[in-house]
């Protein structure tokens, strides 16, 4: 069975950092691209960043650039994304989600169970 | 980037219907359109990619339709479990972008 469990949210600071991780099993890692996707309390999905499955090729959105970094352990059958500088308007349950292929390709057929993060004084 | 619109925002609807909602894009994206079902609390669900295919294990009840900017997703006869919020979303280009959502709620 295809799995994501995310992990690493939590209360920041505006201007702190945190780390997202997100653990999968049930399917060759390397064989698939990944996404980060976020949903603002209350709100609609906003598309975060992508990697490829080799992890050579990434994007991330406007609104993150720069501040965000997305990578993989293939080892551990893990993805990251590390938020630096966070704002409030950063607060968002963080979803990350499989791809079908190992070309980034935006079309998500998997998602972890999410983990909140809030970005508060 | 290309804007999402889906209509209506939200549906009053009964079991056994039948129910089309509308996902229109700012400029065309071909068939790379995909829409997904989020029950609250839950993270969203893949049910029909490249417009019109139905994931798998999706119920056939599913269906989606459409090409270039205006695209449908129809569900033939509305079960309890239906009762959720709707998304639509490209993947033509990046940034890939969603609709705002449509709550489908029971009559």
């Known amino acids: 069975e295809v799995q994501l469990l995310e992990s690493g949210g939590g209360l920041v600071q505006p201007g702190g950092s945190l780390r997202l991780s997100c653990v999968a099993s049930?399917?060759?890692?390397?064989?698939?691209?990944k996404s980060w996707v976020r949903q603002a309390p209350g709100k609609g999905l906003e598309w975060v960043s992508s990697i490829s499955g080799t992890g050579g090729s990434t994007y991330y959105a406007d609104s993150v650039k720069g501040r965000f970094t997305i990578s993989r352990d293939n080892s551990k059958n893990t993805l990251y994304l590390q938020m630096n500088s966070l704002r409030a308007e950063d607060t968002a349950v963080y979803y990350c989600?499989?791809?079908?292929?190992?070309?980034?390709?935006?079309?998500?057929?998997?998602w972890g169970q999410g983990t909140l993060v809030t970005v508060s004084s | 980037d290309i804007q999402m619109t889906q209509s209506p925002s939200s549906l009053s609807a009964s079991v056994g219907d039948r129910v089309t909602i509308t996902c229109r894009a700012s400029?065309?994206?071909?068939?790379?359109l995909n829409w997904y079902q989020q029950k609250p609390g839950k993270a969203p669900n893949l049910l029909i990619y490249a417009a019109s295919s139905l994931q798998s294990g999706v119920p056939s009840r599913f269906s989606g339709s459409g090409s270039g900017t205006d695209f449908t997703l129809t569900i033939s006869s509305l079960q309890p479990e239906d009762f959720a919020t709707y998304y639509c979303q490209q993947n033509y280009s990046t940034p890939y972008t969603f609709g705002q959502g449509t709550k489908l709620e029971i009559k």
């Open positions: 400029q065309s994206i071909s068939s790379y």
């Open positions: 989600a499989k791809e079908p292929y190992k070309g980034v390709y935006g079309e998500f057929d998997c």
């Open positions: 049930g399917f060759t890692f390397t064989n698939y691209a």
